[in-house]
């Protein structure tokens, strides 16, 4: 099983980025996806998550209004499109199997015992 956290750079403050997470080993259909980031000095937090029982949807209030997430099943893959970034997003930013809301464990009693982490994906923004 793995995760692959991609598209991470630098862009300008205000810019875009999309980030991908892209399952193998793991049908991301069945399990909920959230996104963490973790800047220098501080901890990791969760920014945002995407659940597989019903598609809803979790935001931060750091990023609530500039950063969507999205799933492709066909692609087995999870999108976190970053809109007017700010220099504080720089962060390395990872995808993990998390529960988004109390129906993901219900479809998926045993799916989020163990938690698969990506390898994370450095963002930067800075001009």
């Known amino acids: 099983v793995q995760l692959q956290a991609s598209g991470g750079g630098l862009v300008q403050p205000g810019g875009s980025l999309r980030l991908s997470c892209a399952a193998s080993?793991?049908?991301?259909?069945?399990?909920?996806i959230g996104w963490f980031r973790q800047a220098p000095g501080k901890e990791r937090e969760k920014i945002s998550c995407?659940?597989?029982?019903?598609?809803?949807?979790y935001y931060a209030d750091s990023v609530q209004g500039r950063f969507t997430i999205s799933r492709s099943n066909d692609k087995n893959t999870v999108y976190l499109q970053m809109n007017n970034s700010k220099p504080e997003d720089t962060a390395t930013y990872y995808c993990?199997?998390?529960?988004?809301?109390?129906?993901?464990?219900?479809?998926?009693?045993?799916?989020?015992?163990?938690?698969?982490w990506g390898q994370g994906t450095l963002v930067t923004v800075s001009s």
């Open positions: 993990a199997t998390h529960a988004c809301g109390s129906g993901d464990v219900l479809a998926n009693p045993l799916g989020y015992e163990e938690t698969y």
């Open positions: 080993g793991l049908a991301l259909s069945y399990f909920a």
């Open positions: 995407i659940s597989s029982f019903d598609g809803s949807t």
